[in-house]
Protein backbone atom coordinates (compact mmCIF):
# COMPACT_ATOMS: atom_id res chain seq x y z
CA UNK A 1 0.00 0.00 0.00
CA UNK A 2 1.35 3.47 -0.63
CA UNK A 3 3.29 5.28 2.06
CA UNK A 4 3.32 1.77 3.92
CA UNK A 5 7.01 2.59 3.44
CA UNK A 6 9.29 4.97 4.96
CA UNK A 7 12.84 7.19 4.24
CA UNK A 8 13.86 8.18 7.40
CA UNK A 9 15.95 11.70 6.87
CA UNK A 10 17.79 13.55 9.03
CA UNK A 11 17.89 17.78 8.37
CA UNK A 12 20.25 19.71 9.89
CA UNK A 13 19.14 21.55 13.47
CA UNK A 14 20.71 25.15 13.70
CA UNK A 15 22.93 27.61 10.79
CA UNK A 16 21.34 25.46 8.63
CA UNK A 17 17.89 24.85 9.12
CA UNK A 18 16.69 27.71 7.55
CA UNK A 19 18.37 27.37 4.30
CA UNK A 20 17.49 23.56 3.97
CA UNK A 21 13.60 23.87 4.72
CA UNK A 22 13.46 26.48 2.15
CA UNK A 23 15.41 24.48 -0.50
CA UNK A 24 12.79 21.55 0.43
CA UNK A 25 9.81 24.07 -0.14
CA UNK A 26 11.31 24.61 -4.14
CA UNK A 27 11.91 21.38 -4.19
CA UNK A 28 8.31 20.46 -3.78
CA UNK A 29 8.43 19.25 0.07
CA UNK A 30 6.92 21.51 2.65
CA UNK A 31 8.70 20.79 6.04
CA UNK A 32 6.49 21.75 8.91
CA UNK A 33 8.58 22.62 12.41
CA UNK A 34 7.15 22.39 15.79
CA UNK A 35 9.41 24.88 17.84
CA UNK A 36 9.54 22.40 20.63
CA UNK A 37 9.70 19.17 18.58
CA UNK A 38 12.59 17.39 16.55
CA UNK A 39 10.39 15.25 14.46
CA UNK A 40 8.68 18.06 12.15
CA UNK A 41 6.16 16.86 9.70
CA UNK A 42 6.69 16.69 6.09
CA UNK A 43 3.90 16.33 2.54
CA UNK A 44 4.92 13.05 1.94
CA UNK A 45 3.77 10.15 3.46
CA UNK A 46 6.87 7.98 2.43
CA UNK A 47 9.18 9.89 4.12
CA UNK A 48 10.02 10.42 7.75
CA UNK A 49 11.84 13.63 9.15
CA UNK A 50 14.16 13.92 12.14
CA UNK A 51 16.71 17.34 13.27
CA UNK A 52 19.68 16.50 14.47
CA UNK A 53 22.83 18.79 14.87
CA UNK A 54 24.99 18.39 11.66
CA UNK A 55 27.77 17.64 14.23
CA UNK A 56 26.79 13.92 15.33
CA UNK A 57 24.20 13.60 12.15
CA UNK A 58 26.96 11.46 10.17
CA UNK A 59 26.85 8.97 13.26
CA UNK A 60 23.11 8.29 13.12
CA UNK A 61 23.27 7.85 9.46
CA UNK A 62 26.11 5.27 10.17
CA UNK A 63 24.80 3.43 13.00
CA UNK A 64 21.55 3.52 10.74
CA UNK A 65 19.54 5.81 12.69
CA UNK A 66 17.92 6.96 10.15
CA UNK A 67 18.73 6.31 6.70
CA UNK A 68 20.04 9.43 4.88
CA UNK A 69 20.67 13.10 6.33
CA UNK A 70 22.20 16.40 4.93
CA UNK A 71 25.26 17.52 6.24
CA UNK A 72 28.70 19.08 6.14
CA UNK A 73 31.75 17.55 4.24
CA UNK A 74 33.33 18.75 7.36
CA UNK A 75 31.50 17.01 10.15
CA UNK A 76 31.82 13.67 8.21
CA UNK A 77 35.66 13.95 8.31
CA UNK A 78 35.63 15.04 12.24
CA UNK A 79 33.36 12.11 13.15
CA UNK A 80 35.61 9.73 10.20
CA UNK A 81 31.86 8.67 9.48
CA UNK A 82 31.70 5.29 7.07
CA UNK A 83 28.30 6.55 4.53
CA UNK A 84 28.13 6.77 1.23
CA UNK A 85 27.88 10.26 -0.33
CA UNK A 86 25.47 10.44 -2.98
CA UNK A 87 25.60 14.13 -3.72
CA UNK A 88 26.72 17.79 -2.98
CA UNK A 89 24.24 20.45 -2.64
CA UNK A 90 25.98 23.46 -2.18
CA UNK A 91 23.87 26.02 -0.12
CA UNK A 92 24.63 27.17 3.11
CA UNK A 93 22.79 30.28 5.07
CA UNK A 94 23.97 33.01 3.44
CA UNK A 95 25.73 32.54 0.01
CA UNK A 96 26.10 30.04 -2.08
CA UNK A 97 29.82 29.71 -1.14
CA UNK A 98 31.53 26.73 0.64
CA UNK A 99 32.39 26.85 4.05
CA UNK A 100 36.27 27.11 4.63
CA UNK A 101 37.22 26.27 8.31
CA UNK A 102 40.55 28.77 8.36
CA UNK A 103 43.40 28.61 10.78
CA UNK A 104 43.79 32.43 12.05
CA UNK A 105 45.37 34.17 14.49
CA UNK A 106 44.87 37.93 16.04
CA UNK A 107 45.73 40.75 13.53
CA UNK A 108 48.75 41.67 16.21
CA UNK A 109 50.03 38.05 16.04
CA UNK A 110 53.52 37.47 14.96
CA UNK A 111 52.57 34.09 13.49
CA UNK A 112 52.87 33.84 9.59
CA UNK A 113 52.14 30.17 9.21
CA UNK A 114 51.18 26.64 10.76
CA UNK A 115 54.55 26.30 11.65
CA UNK A 116 55.37 28.57 14.13
CA UNK A 117 52.55 27.49 15.83
CA UNK A 118 54.73 24.95 17.28
CA UNK A 119 53.97 24.34 21.23
CA UNK A 120 51.32 26.82 21.17
CA UNK A 121 47.39 26.30 21.96
CA UNK A 122 44.67 25.80 18.96
CA UNK A 123 41.02 25.99 19.83
CA UNK A 124 38.25 24.85 17.78
CA UNK A 125 35.12 22.98 17.59
CA UNK A 126 36.77 20.77 14.80
CA UNK A 127 38.94 18.99 16.65
CA UNK A 128 39.74 15.55 15.17
CA UNK A 129 40.70 17.60 11.87
CA UNK A 130 42.43 20.14 13.67
CA UNK A 131 44.63 17.46 15.11
CA UNK A 132 45.33 15.42 11.64
CA UNK A 133 45.69 19.09 10.11
CA UNK A 134 48.26 19.87 12.72
CA UNK A 135 50.27 16.50 12.12
CA UNK A 136 50.35 16.52 8.25
CA UNK A 137 52.10 20.02 8.62
CA UNK A 138 54.44 18.34 11.56
CA UNK A 139 53.28 20.92 13.88
CA UNK A 140 53.23 19.93 17.44
CA UNK A 141 50.76 22.06 19.00
CA UNK A 142 47.89 21.87 22.03
CA UNK A 143 44.26 21.59 20.61
CA UNK A 144 41.50 22.39 22.65
CA UNK A 145 37.65 22.16 22.19
CA UNK A 146 35.87 25.48 22.14
CA UNK A 147 32.64 25.80 23.46
CA UNK A 148 31.92 29.21 20.97
CA UNK A 149 33.07 32.40 20.58
CA UNK A 150 36.17 31.19 19.51
CA UNK A 151 36.45 34.20 17.51
CA UNK A 152 36.73 36.28 20.76
CA UNK A 153 39.71 33.92 22.27
CA UNK A 154 43.21 34.95 20.47
CA UNK A 155 45.48 36.47 21.35
CA UNK A 156 44.67 36.05 25.10
CA UNK A 157 43.05 32.39 25.21
CA UNK A 158 44.57 30.87 22.42
CA UNK A 159 47.14 31.36 19.99
CA UNK A 160 45.62 30.73 17.29
CA UNK A 161 41.78 29.25 15.82
CA UNK A 162 40.17 27.30 13.80
CA UNK A 163 36.82 28.42 12.65
CA UNK A 164 34.32 28.16 10.07
CA UNK A 165 33.61 31.08 7.90
CA UNK A 166 31.85 31.84 4.19
CA UNK A 167 32.54 35.47 4.19
CA UNK A 168 35.22 36.11 6.45
CA UNK A 169 33.05 39.09 7.88
CA UNK A 170 33.22 37.83 11.32
CA UNK A 171 36.91 37.62 11.46
CA UNK A 172 37.85 40.41 10.41
CA UNK A 173 35.54 42.09 12.84
CA UNK A 174 37.12 40.31 15.53
CA UNK A 175 40.82 41.53 14.18
CA UNK A 176 41.90 38.17 13.10
CA UNK A 177 43.78 37.65 9.92
CA UNK A 178 44.00 34.12 8.30
CA UNK A 179 46.85 31.95 7.62
CA UNK A 180 45.48 29.11 5.93
CA UNK A 181 42.68 26.72 4.84
CA UNK A 182 42.47 23.94 6.86
CA UNK A 183 39.49 22.01 4.86
CA UNK A 184 36.60 23.39 2.82
CA UNK A 185 32.93 21.94 3.03
CA UNK A 186 30.17 21.58 1.01
CA UNK A 187 27.09 20.21 2.65
CA UNK A 188 26.35 16.55 1.70
CA UNK A 189 23.11 14.44 0.87
CA UNK A 190 25.06 10.77 3.17
CA UNK A 191 23.21 7.84 2.99
CA UNK A 192 23.79 4.47 5.30
CA UNK A 193 25.45 2.03 3.09
CA UNK A 194 22.50 -0.60 4.49
CA UNK A 195 20.31 1.66 3.32
CA UNK A 196 21.55 2.30 -0.43
CA UNK A 197 20.97 -1.47 -1.16
CA UNK A 198 17.74 -1.28 -0.43
CA UNK A 199 16.03 -0.54 -4.16
CA UNK A 200 13.12 1.30 -2.57
CA UNK A 201 14.93 3.38 -0.43
CA UNK A 202 17.96 4.14 -2.93
CA UNK A 203 15.06 4.88 -5.45
CA UNK A 204 13.25 7.53 -3.13
CA UNK A 205 16.48 9.15 -2.37
CA UNK A 206 17.30 9.31 -5.99
CA UNK A 207 14.38 11.19 -6.72
CA UNK A 208 14.71 13.10 -3.89
CA UNK A 209 18.05 14.33 -4.99
CA UNK A 210 16.93 14.57 -8.19
CA UNK A 211 14.78 17.53 -7.18
CA UNK A 212 17.05 19.05 -4.79
CA UNK A 213 19.33 19.34 -7.29
CA UNK A 214 16.93 20.95 -9.51
CA UNK A 215 15.66 23.11 -7.25
CA UNK A 216 19.13 24.21 -6.00
CA UNK A 217 20.20 24.76 -9.58
CA UNK A 218 17.11 27.09 -10.35
CA UNK A 219 18.22 29.62 -7.23
CA UNK A 220 20.85 31.32 -9.93
CA UNK A 221 18.07 30.96 -13.23
CA UNK A 222 15.22 32.51 -14.43
CA UNK A 223 12.57 32.16 -17.33
CA UNK A 224 12.53 34.55 -19.96
CA UNK A 225 9.85 34.56 -22.84
CA UNK A 226 9.64 37.37 -25.96
CA UNK A 227 7.75 37.87 -28.95
CA UNK A 228 10.03 38.46 -31.70
CA UNK A 229 10.06 39.53 -35.37
CA UNK A 230 10.85 36.88 -37.85
CA UNK A 231 13.48 38.85 -39.30
CA UNK A 232 15.13 39.86 -36.23
CA UNK A 233 15.42 36.52 -35.17
CA UNK A 234 19.11 36.01 -35.62
CA UNK A 235 19.81 38.80 -34.09
CA UNK A 236 18.11 37.91 -30.60
CA UNK A 237 19.73 34.45 -30.85
CA UNK A 238 22.96 35.79 -30.84
CA UNK A 239 21.97 37.43 -27.83
CA UNK A 240 20.88 34.26 -26.06
CA UNK A 241 23.08 32.46 -23.33
CA UNK A 242 20.64 29.48 -23.86
CA UNK A 243 21.23 26.14 -21.28
CA UNK A 244 20.65 24.28 -24.86
CA UNK A 245 18.65 25.95 -27.34
CA UNK A 246 15.50 28.40 -26.99
CA UNK A 247 12.32 27.30 -27.98
CA UNK A 248 10.78 29.11 -30.43
CA UNK A 249 7.05 28.64 -31.58
CA UNK A 250 4.88 30.56 -33.96
CA UNK A 251 2.04 33.28 -33.47
CA UNK A 252 -1.20 33.90 -34.57
CA UNK A 253 0.84 36.19 -36.88
CA UNK A 254 3.02 34.53 -39.37
CA UNK A 255 5.33 37.38 -38.95
CA UNK A 256 6.30 36.68 -35.18
CA UNK A 257 7.53 34.03 -33.28
CA UNK A 258 7.41 33.59 -29.30
CA UNK A 259 10.83 32.53 -28.08
CA UNK A 260 11.69 31.65 -24.77
CA UNK A 261 14.78 30.34 -22.57
CA UNK A 262 16.35 30.07 -19.24
CA UNK A 263 19.33 32.36 -18.23
CA UNK A 264 21.74 33.14 -15.52
CA UNK A 265 19.86 35.45 -12.93
CA UNK A 266 23.23 37.46 -13.02
CA UNK A 267 22.95 38.69 -16.45
CA UNK A 268 19.05 39.25 -17.07
CA UNK A 269 19.36 43.12 -16.25
CA UNK A 270 21.67 43.60 -18.69
CA UNK A 271 20.42 41.01 -21.65
CA UNK A 272 16.54 42.68 -21.50
CA UNK A 273 17.82 46.62 -22.53
CA UNK A 274 19.98 44.71 -25.44
CA UNK A 275 16.89 42.46 -26.51
CA UNK A 276 14.86 45.13 -26.11
CA UNK A 277 17.07 47.41 -28.56
CA UNK A 278 17.21 44.23 -30.87
CA UNK A 279 13.65 44.19 -31.80
CA UNK A 280 12.11 42.37 -28.67
CA UNK A 281 8.96 42.96 -27.50
CA UNK A 282 6.07 41.66 -24.41
CA UNK A 283 9.58 40.61 -23.04
CA UNK A 284 8.43 38.61 -19.74
CA UNK A 285 10.82 37.62 -16.89
CA UNK A 286 9.90 34.52 -14.39
CA UNK A 287 11.03 32.57 -11.66
CA UNK A 288 12.18 28.91 -11.36
CA UNK A 289 11.38 26.16 -9.00
CA UNK A 290 12.93 23.48 -10.22
CA UNK A 291 15.57 23.25 -13.31
CA UNK A 292 16.36 19.89 -14.45
CA UNK A 293 18.86 19.34 -17.46
Known sequence: MKGSKKLKIALPKG????????????????????????????NDPEIEVILFRPQEMSRYVEDGVVDCGLTGHDWILENDSDVAELCELQYS??????????????????????????????????????????????????????????????PCLADAIVEATETGSSLRANKLKIIDTVVTSIPKFIANKQSVKDSWKKSKMDNLILLLE????????????????????????????????????????????????????????????????????????????????
Open 214 to 293: GAMRAQEKVGLKMNVEKKNLRKILSLLPAMKKPTIANLTDKDWLDVETIIDDSVVRELIPQLKKAGASGIIEYPLNKCIP
Open 15 to 42: SLEEATYALFKRAGFTVNVNPRSYIPSI
Open 93 to 154: KRTSNPVRWVLAVHESSPFRSVKDLKGKKVVTELVGVTRRYLKKNKVDAEVEFSWGATEAKP
